[in-house]
């Protein structure tokens, strides 16, 4: 029976191309402190995992957490089978409450493993590939309005027909970066005006009030979830929910009560793909479309989305992200690459990647 020998933590420093990328509450980040499992196995099948918390911020998760988290369990996962993912789910769940980001990698990787064993793409064993391409949004970091409709120009000639433009900052500026980016764009274009929990309830609705006759969705614009709902039954505009959107339990409340018309499925707040698979599958069945991503990541974060998002049907893939192409630096091989605003999950074995042969970093330390 195959089993968990050994894991391998690693810490991997990631930059924005762009320099920095910038969000509501005055949080940015210039380099991501991204970590890395690769989970080896007494016959000698690796997998790979990773997770990106966006800053100490962003949501209840960091980075040092993560591999503080990774120290809590990591023993306990010794010696069981990674291809047995309901068991190495409980396992985490018995020996560390909560902290999903914390489990995420470890899960993601076990399903590398699972592919590899399997010799199947982790989107096969996910339910299939679901069309040739899965389009892909541009998020547009917040800065001046002039500076991010010259930043939309540019990806429109790269392909992109979506677009994430983050607001939640002064009412007043976020109105003009909404009408001014929404004036460049064409009827078939989607433009998304993220908040991040940013706006107060009365800032929300300002915005709200003088944008709502254009083509526009609103994402997230308060911290609480009752604040949103307040916000979301004063426009008749689709409503997006995200953060909020942290486990199935408080999706069912929300679509229960009416409070979106799009989720944002996020991997590792829901502490993987296992669990990720039943949330898709639950939006599915109840026809919510999904934006499928993560916090942030890498090359193995990118290759994980592209396999959720393309074994997801096209009718419920309201968009999804490439954060490889964001960075300025790769570390492995065979992750999607973005071609005219789309990727493609790999035909590979699991997550269909490795390594890069420049790829030298020692593990910051190996459970074993």
């Not at 099948?45 to 993560?66: N, R, W």
């Not at 429109?156 to 764009?185: C, P």
């Not at 974060?301 to 009718?315: C, D, G, Q």
Request: hydrophobic share 35%; proline share 3%.
């Amino acid at each position: 029976m195959i089993k968990i020998k050994s894991i391998e933590v690693y810490q991997i420093d990631i930059p924005i191309k762009e320099g920095k990328y910038s969000w509501s509450h005055g949080n940015s980040v210039s380099i991501f402190d991204s970590t890395v499992v690769k989970i080896n196995t007494n016959e000698n099948i690796y997998g790979l995992g990773e997770v990106c918390t966006l800053g100490p911020a962003y949501l209840p998760a960091y980075a040092l957490g993560v591999r503080t988290g990774l120290k809590q369990i990591g023993k306990s996962l010794l010696n069981i089978d990674p291809t047995n993912l309901t068991d190495v789910n409980n396992i985490m769940d018995i020996n560390l409450k909560g902290h999903n980001y914390v489990k995420s990698l470890i899960d993601m990787a076990c399903w590398d493993i699972l592919g590899k064993v399997t010799s199947q793409p982790i989107w096969k064993l996910l339910g299939g590939k679901f069309g040739n391409s899965v389009k892909l949004y541009r998020a547009i970091s917040q800065e001046d309005s002039k500076i991010m409709s010259k930043k939309v120009e540019g990806y429109k000639k790269e392909g992109y027909t979506k677009f994430q433009l983050k607001v939640g900052g002064d009412a007043n500026d976020d109105i003009r970066r909404i009408k001014e980016v929404r004036s460049i764009l064409g009827k078939s274009d989607t433009l998304v005006a993220d908040a991040n929990t940013g706006w107060l309830a009365h800032d929300a609705i300002r915005v709200v009030r003088a944008t709502e006759h254009l083509d526009v969705y609103y994402e997230q614009p308060c911290v609480t979830y009752e604040e949103c709902l307040k916000v979301r039954k004063i426009t008749r505009n689709p409503f997006i929910l995200d953060e909020n959107i942290d486990s199935i339990t408080n999706f069912t409340k929300a679509y229960s009560d009416g409070a979106m018309d799009v989720i944002n499925l996020k991997i590792s707040k829901l502490g993987g793909l296992t669990h990720s698979r039943l949330l898709r599958d639950l939006c599915v069945s109840l026809g919510v479309p999904m934006t499928i991503e993560d916090t942030w990541g890498g090359d193995i974060a990118t290759a994980a989305i592209a396999h959720l998002a393309h074994s997801t049907p096209e009718k419920y893939r309201f968009s999804s992200t490439d954060f490889n192409s964001y960075n300025s630096y790769s570390y492995a091989e065979g992750s999607p690459q973005r071609k005219k605003g789309s990727f493609q999950a790999s035909d590979k074995p699991g997550l269909g990647i490795n390594f890069s042969s420049k790829f030298k970093k020692k593990p910051e330390f190996i459970i074993s």
